[in-house]
C-alpha cells in the first residue's frame, strides 16, 4: 500500500554505487543544461527569472517521492508558461505584487486538481483531448511562443497572449528595434540554430563519441549564455540600453502560503484544470515512451499524484506551475541517469546555484534567453503532421484547424476548449449516422456479406440488417428512419433480423426505439428478430422488458436466422 | 423543389369534398377545446393571456404552409412556455412592455435558429438530447409547472422558476390562502380528473360511441371554462378577490417588429436554441408517432422549416415561442383530422374567436385555468420510466437523475444543459474503457471466442486479442495501455492479431497509437497483426503510412491468421 503511494520505495532498497554515479553525473550535466530554460520560462510566464528556479526545486524533489517514471525531469515548461502567462494577465498586471500571488493560487489549484483526479483515478479526463487537438495546439502555441519572443529578439515591447494582438504591437513598434539588442538576439539564434543543425556531425568528425557529442550539441543554450553574460559584462551592454535579467535574489526559494482568496480562484478555475490537463498530457506522453523504450511500467493514475504534488510544492514555495518537460526530460535521459535520484541531484544543483551563483545571472541578456527558448519550441510546430491528419481523416483535420486558429486568434484557453468540444462533437456526429448494411449470404456458405458489395443470395421476404456501431441517444432516432425506410420501401417484407455483430452498447435512449420499431414494425405486420447480439449487451437487455415483447426470436449467427426465416410462410 | 420546400403543394391538389368536410369538423372542434389552454400557456409564461391566442393563429398557418405533418397543431405548449416564462423574467418585468418585447425577440431568434438549423440540415442537434434526459426534463418542468399553478389554485403568490423558490414562497403565502379561489381551483380539479379518469366508461355507458365518448371526456377544460366564468360572471368573484383574466382586447393581432435590441439577443441566446431544440424534440416525436400510425413520412429537416416558420409568424404577430403540442394534436387527430386544412380551419375559427369573443373571458378565473393545466402537466411525470431506466442503466439513469435535480433547484436551462453534457460524457467514459477479450479456437472449427467465457484452443506465442469497440482518441491510450500490458505479461509473446470486427471507426489518435503500438511491439521482438478489418476502416488506413509500416499482415479473418500463425517459429 504504501508501495503504491510512494514509488520511491520500490526502487531505493535496490539501489548501489554503479546507479548512483550515473544519477550523478545525469544531475549535474541536467542543473547546467535546464538554469537557462528555466529562466527563460518564467519570463515567458511574466515572472521575475528567478520563479523558474524555485519552480526546479522542490517540486522536483516531490516528484522524485510521488512519481512512477524513472526519468521524467518536472520544471517549468514552455506551453505551460504561456498558459500560466495568459491566466495570471487577466487576473493581475505583470510586475505586480498580485501577479505573483496569483501564480502562487494558480499551482495551488493545479495541484489539488491533479492530486484530486489522481486520487479518483480520473487518469482518463486526458483523453478528451485527441492527438490532432494536442498537436495542433502545440503548433499554435510555439508560434505564440515565438512571437512574443521576436519582441525580445528586436528589444521592442509586445503584449498579449493572442496572435493577432501580439503581432500588431510587434509591427508597431518595429521602427523602435534596439540594434545591440538585436545584434545579441540573432547572433544566439544563429549560433544555436547552427549548433543543433551541424553541432553533433561536426563534433562527431572531431572524434567525439556520438552520446558525448550530441550532449554538447545540446548545450548550446549553457554556451550561449555564458558568452553573452560575460559580452554583456564586459562591455556594460546594460548601459547601452540591452535589457538583461538584472538583480536576482540570492538564497533559497521562501516559503509561501498563497492567499485564500476565493475569487481569484474562481477566476483561476478554469485556466487551472487546462493547465493540469495539458500538463499531465505532455508528463505522461514523454514517461509513456521513456518507460516503453526502458520496459518499465508507470502508472497514470499514480503520476497524477507526483505532478499534484509537484504543483503543491510549487505553491508554498514561490514558484509556478510545473510539469514534466519535453526538453529537460531528454536531456536527463541521454545524460544516463537511471532513477529519479538523478532528478534529486539535479535539484540540489540548481539550489546550490541559487543559493550562491544568482549574482552571476545580473548581466545576462533577455534577447539570449528569447533565442533560446525560439529555437526550442519551433520544433513543436509540426506541419508534416498536420499534413498528414488532412491526407488521412478531414474531420480529425478540422478540429486540429480550430485549434490552430483558435489558439492563435482568441489565445490558449479558447482554442483547447473549442478543439475538445469540437472533437467530441465531430465524434458524436459521426457515431451519430452509423453506417450500415444489407447483408445477403455468399452462395453455398455461412457467410453474409454486403449486398451491394458482394454477390449475394437474398430473399424478397427476408431483410438482414447489419447495423455497424453501437446504439445509443446520438443514432437512435437515425435506426428509426432507417428501418421504417427500409419497411416503407419493400412492401412484401416480412422478417427483418438486426445484426448486432458490431454493437457494443444498447442505452436506454436506443432501447426505446428498438421498442417503438419493434411496435410499429408490428403494426405493418413484420416480425422483428436480432441476431449475433454480444454477451454484455445480451445481459443487459435481459434486465429490460424488450425481450417479452418482441415479435421475433434472438438467433446466435446469421446463418441461423437465415436458416429460421429464408422459406416463404406457408 | 418546390414541392420539396412547400409540402403543401403535394396534398392540395388531391383535396376533395369528404375531407373537407372531416378537416372542418376537426378544426371547430380544435377551435373549442385549445382556447382555455391556449390563454393559460400565455399566463404561464408571465405573459397577458391574449397572447396564447395570438400565438395560435399566424404561426399556425405558416406551419400548414410549410410542415410535413398531416395533423400536428402548432400553438403555444406547456413547456415551451415554461422555458419562455424563465428566459423572459432573466431579462425584463413581467407585465412591462419589455417583457412583451423580450418575448418577440425571442419568438424571432428560435425562428430564425429553427429555420438556419433547418436550412443547413442540422435536425441531428435534436439527437443529443437522449431519451432519459428528455423524459426527467419533462417530469421536472411538469413538478415546476405543477407547483406554479399550486399558487394559482390558492390565490396567492409565487414567484421564480425553481422549485426551491418557488416551494418558499408558495409556502409562505399558505396562509394568505383566499378561499373562494381555492373552491373555484379544487372543484375545477376535482372535476376534471373525475372526467378524465371516469368520463370516458361513463359517457360509453350512456351509450355514446367511442369516439364520441373519448371526444367529450377530453372537453373536460371548455366545459370547465364555461361553467365557472359563467358562475364568476353571476356571483361577480371578481369582487370578492378572485383573479380573473379580465380584459382582453378585442380584434385580430397586431403586426409586431421584434426590436433590434443586440443586448438582448445575446442574452436570450441560450434560452433561444435551447426552446427551438426542446420544442423540436417535442414536436417531432409527436409528428413520428402520427406519421407512423397512417404510414404517412415525415422530413425533419423540413419539420425544423415549419416550425421556423410558425415562431417568425409568432414574433411579427404579437405572438410567443411556439411548437407541435401534445395536448392539442391529440385532439386533431381525434377529431378526424385528415390534412393540415383542419390546422388552417382551427385557426380561422381561434381568429373569429379573437375578433368578437374575448370580451366574453373577461371574467374566466385563473384558478380554473391553473387547475386545467395542473391536470394537463401532470401525465408527463413518467414514474414507470423512470424505474425502468434504473433498472436497464445506472449510467441512463445518472443522467436522468442529475437532469430532474438540477431542473428542481436551478431551472430549466441548468438541467437540460447538465444533463446533455453528463449524458456525452457518460457516452466517451464508457466507450473511452472498451470491452476487449482474448479469444481462442473452439476446437475443431472456426470459430472464436473469448477464452474466459468458453474452452478455447490457445497457444503461448500467439495472443488474438478482440476490440469491441471503435478506436477513437477518448480510448486511444487505453488500448495502449492493454496491449502493453500483455505483452509484459507474456514474455514468450511473438504474435499479436487485433481483430477489428467491431471496429467501425479508427480515428487520428488511435492510428497514431496503432503506430506507436507497432513501434513499441516491434522494439519488443513481438508482430502487430490486424485482422477483419471492415471496408470503410481499411480504405481509410490505406491513406495513411501505417499499414507500411506495420510489422505483420492484415488477415481477412481470424482463422487465417490462426492457420498462419498458429505453428511456432522455427
Chains 1, 2 share one sequence.
Not at 539550489?351 to 548581466?363: K, M, N, S, V
Request: hydrophobic content about 55%; overall charge neutral; glycine content about 8%.
Amino acid at each position: 500500500m504504501l508501495k503504491r503511494y510512494l514509488p520511491i520505495l520500490t526502487w531505493l532498497p535496490h539501489y548501489n554505487r554503479r546507479l548512483f554515479g550515473a544519477d550523478l553525473l545525469a544531475g549535474l550535466i541536467v542543473t547546467v543544461m535546464v538554469i537557462p530554460q528555466s529562466l527563460a520560462y518564467a519570463l515567458l510566464a511574466g515572472l521575475p527569472a528567478v520563479v523558474g528556479l524555485y519552480a526546479s526545486l522542490l517540486p522536483a524533489v516531490l516528484y522524485v517521492l510521488l512519481g512512477t517514471s524513472r526519468t521524467l525531469a518536472v520544471g517549468p515548461v514552455a506551453i505551460i508558461a504561456l498558459m500560466t502567462g495568459a491566466a495570471l494577465s487577466e487576473v493581475a498586471v505583470p510586475g505586480s505584487p498580485a501577479y505573483l500571488q496569483a501564480a502562487l493560487a494558480l499551482s495551488l489549484l493545479s495541484g489539488l486538481m491533479l492530486t484530486a483526479m489522481g486520487l479518483l483515478r480520473l487518469g482518463f479526463f486526458a483523453n478528451f483531448l485527441s492527438h490532432p487537438v494536442i498537436a495542433g495546439f502545440l503548433s499554435a502555441s510555439a508560434l505564440l511562443i515565438a512571437i512574443s519572443q521576436a519582441a525580445h529578439l528586436l528589444g521592442v515591447t509586445a503584449s498579449g497572449y493572442a496572435a493577432t494582438g501580439l503581432l500588431t504591437s510587434l509591427l508597431g513598434n518595429l521602427g523602435a528595434t534596439h540594434w545591440p539588442t538585436l545584434a545579441v538576439g540573432a547572433g544566439t539564434l544563429l549560433f544555436l540554430v547552427t549548433l543543433r543543425r551541424r553541432g553533433k556531425a561536426w563534433l562527431m568528425r572531431l572524434g567525439l563519441a556520438d552520446a558525448t557529442a550530441g550532449l554538447i550539441a545540446r548545450a548550446g543554450p549553457v554556451l550561449a549564455v555564458v558568452a553573452t553574460t560575460l559580452a554583456s559584462w564586459h562591455f556594460d551592454l546594460a548601459a547601452r540600453g540591452v535589457a538583461v535579467v538584472g538583480a536576482v535574489p540570492a538564497g533559497l526559494p521562501p516559503l509561501t502560503l498563497p492567499a485564500l482568496d476565493l475569487e481569484l480562484w474562481r477566476a483561476l478555475l478554469v485556466p487551472a484544470l487546462l493547465i493540469s490537463v495539458v500538463g499531465f498530457v505532455e508528463s505522461i506522453s514523454m514517461a509513456q515512451m521513456l518507460a516503453a523504450r526502458r520496459r518499465q511500467r508507470i502508472s497514470p493514475n499514480q503520476e497524477l499524484l507526483g505532478l499534484g504534488g509537484a504543483n503543491l510544492a510549487a505553491a508554498f514555495s514561490a514558484g509556478m506551475p510545473v510539469t514534466g518537460g519535453l526538453s529537460r526530460t531528454v536531456i536527463n535521459d541521454q545524460a544516463g541517469a537511471q532513477t529519479p535520484l538523478a532528478g534529486l541531484f539535479a535539484a540540489l544543483g540548481i539550489g546550490l546555484a541559487t543559493l550562491l551563483f544568482t549574482p552571476l545571472l545580473h548581466h545576462l541578456p533577455i534577447a539570449t534567453l528569447a533565442a533560446t527558448i525560439t529555437v526550442a519550441i519551433l520544433t513543436l510546430v509540426d506541419i508534416p503532421l498536420i499534413r498528414q491528419t488532412w491526407r488521412y481523416s478531414r474531420s480529425d483535420f478540422s478540429a486540429m484547424a480550430v485549434t490552430i486558429a483558435l489558439t492563435l486568434l482568441e489565445g490558449v484557453e479558447a482554442g483547447i476548449i473549442s478543439g475538445v468540444l469540437l472533437s467530441v462533437m465531430l465524434f458524436l456526429y459521426r457515431t451519430s449516422r452509423p453506417h450500415s448494411a444489407l447483408v445477403g449470404r455468399i452462395p453455398g456458405t455461412e457467410h453474409f456479406r454486403n449486398c451491394e458489395r458482394h454477390d449475394t443470395e437474398t430473399v424478397g421476404h427476408l431483410a438482414l440488417l447489419r447495423i455497424d456501431e453501437s446504439l445509443y441517444f446520438a443514432n437512435a432516432r437515425y435506426l428509426e428512419d432507417t428501418v421504417l425506410d427500409l419497411v416503407a420501401r419493400r412492401p412484401e417484407l416480412e422478417h427483418l433480423v438486426l445484426i448486432c455483430s458490431a454493437v457494443n452498447l444498447i442505452d436506454a435512449s436506443a432501447l426505446e426505439s428498438l421498442d417503438a420499431i419493434n411496435a410499429r414494425l408490428k403494426e405493418a405486420g413484420v416480425t422483428l428478430h436480432l441476431a449475433e447480439v454480444k454477451g454484455p449487451v445480451m445481459d443487459r437487455l435481459k434486465r429490460s422488458d424488450f425481450l417479452d415483447d418482441l415479435t421475433g426470436r434472438v438467433f446466435l449467427s446469421t446463418y441461423a436466422a437465415w436458416q429460421a426465416l429464408s422459406q416463404p410462410r406457408e
